[in-house]
């Protein structure tokens, strides 16, 4: 596994290129402490872009859906983007132009080719466990319907890079003298109480997994 990715005509920064990387271990970091993605693909000569919910194992990413999903079935063997983006502040200016936010992002290219048959399980399971670590343990096992039912899809982080921004404005020399607040309003995730479900068995308390979630940073 290489430090750097290599720039490409579809990877390189066109703008602000102090803000871009290609480091590995940036875009590792960004991807997981993300779950939710856009992968973005081509049907018919026309571009669509679909949520979902990504993993990092290594240096692959993986996504799944219904085999039947027409977003899974356009994408399976062919040209794919995929984006991960997290909002941490909403950098506030002394102009309307020079306002910002302070995000994360990664950008990635690649081919999004099919997990094997025998290899989908593993990979769910570490889905599961990527997120509630001990969960899997206590499920029922899968039903060779169900897996029948999924479709995973893998791509190499091979092509891509990450755009960081962090810091407050920055603004026109001139405008600092102006009377106006400038400054970050802060951006943070947050985990509620957990929410039982209603046809829970009686006496059941959520286990420690539950209780203790919180985002990867």
């Not at 081509?42 to 979902?52: H, N």
């Not at 983006?85 to 995000?103: E, K, P, T």
């Not at 479900?197 to 209780?211: F, K, S």
């Amino acid at each position: 596994m290489t430090e750097v990715l290599s720039v490409t005509e579809r990877s390189r920064l066109r703008r602000l290129h102090q803000r871009g990387t290609f480091d590995r271990a940036t875009i590792n970091a960004i991807l997981d402490a993300q779950p939710m993605c856009s992968v973005g693909y081509v049907i018919d000569g026309k571009p669509y872009v679909t949520p979902t919910l990504q993993w990092r194992e290594g240096d692959h990413v993986y996504w799944h859906g219904s085999s039947a999903s027409r977003a899974i079935r356009q994408s399976r063997g062919q040209e794919v983007c995929l984006t991960v983006a997290i909002l941490d502040g909403f950098v506030m200016a002394r102009s309307g132009f020079h306002h910002s936010v302070n995000s994360r992002a990664v950008m990635l290219f690649g081919r999004a080719e099919p997990v094997l048959e025998n290899q989908k399980e593993a990979r769910l399971t570490a889905f599961i466990e990527g997120l509630w670590p001990g969960r899997a343990a206590a499920l029922r096992p899968m039903q060779p319907q169900e897996l029948k039912a999924t479709t995973l899809l893998s791509l190499k982080i091979a092509e891509g890079s990450a755009k960081v921004r962090s810091g407050g404005p920055v603004d026109d020399e001139e405008d600092y003298a102006l009377p106006i607040w400038a400054g970050v309003i802060p951006v943070t995730r947050g985990v509620g109480r957990p929410e039982p479900d209603p046809r829970n068995l009686a006496g059941l308390e959520p286990p420690e997994h539950v209780t203790e979630f919180r985002w990867c940073e």
